[in-house]
């Protein structure tokens, strides 16, 4: 059977696109901000386009960082995209403006330092070993539209060894950001999968093969 997916609805401009996009990867999709149906899917998507300020007031609106903690406290997979995946850090600063974010990892979403900004079209990413939302595209690009990033990955390795290391994939566009994390239920792609052709179609198909 196919994995039904949220895609959340908290007024982020490409829904639609997203929603298309995981459903042409094999899922059946619905758009909603409705509380039980995001907590009962097999997974959630959490796209994101615009301002860090503005996606985290349309997402409180909806109670959408309690749904994103609730699902990851249970152990239930979220996917965020583009500004999706900034909101997942402590938080974002935009024209001197500093805005909470969901705090699921530590760190800062701040201006790209490079001559041409935002930071617009094709760019291959570098891989982790193990990656599982990478199988099968380590050489491949992908599509990014974006300002702003995080520059740095500051969540401590666990001390006790116990629980695996998150998987970080960077880019480089000025100097390096992440590109893309896999940490257990929580992944997240700066770049757009859906705008990613053939090798963002693999990587939601890699996605939805996670999904219990």
């Known amino acids: 059977m196919s994995p039904n997916v949220v895609v959340l609805d908290y007024g982020s401009g490409n829904l639609r696109s997203a ?12 758009v909603t901000a ?33 749904i994103i903690g609730r699902r990851l406290a249970g152990g239930l997979p979220v996917l965020g995209i583009c500004v999706g ?6 938080k974002g600063i935009e024209h001197g403006v500093t805005t909470e974010g969901c705090d699921e ?6 201006g790209l330092e490079a001559p041409v900004v935002p930071h617009m079209g094709w760019n291959t990413v ?22 702003y990033a995080a520059r740095r990955w500051e969540l401590a390795p666990d001390p006790t060894g116990t629980i695996e290391p998150p998987l ?5 566009h000025g100097d390096r950001f992440v590109a893309a994390v896999e940490n257990g239920p929580l992944c997240a792609t700066q770049f757009h999968p ?14 939805l093969s996670t999904l219990s």
């Open 126 to 147: 570098d891989v982790p070993d193990g990656s599982v939302l990478f199988r099968g595209l380590q050489d491949a690009r992908f599509y990014f539209v974006h300002s």
């Open 168 to 172: 970080v994939t960077w880019a480089e």
């Open 34 to 66: 409705d509380w039980d149906a995001a907590l009962a899917a097999d997974g959630l998507v959490v796209p994101g386009v615009g301002a860090f300020a503005a996606c985290m007031k349309g997402l409180r609106e909806v109670r959408g960082e309690q």
């Open 85 to 90: 995946m900034q909101i997942l850090f402590s």
């Open 194 to 207: 859906e705008k990613s052709g053939d090798a963002g179609a693999l990587l939601l198909r890699n996605w």
């Open 105 to 110: 990892w530590p760190g800062t979403v701040d």
């Open 19 to 30: 929603e298309r996009a995981v459903a042409r990867a094999g899922a059946d999709v619905t």
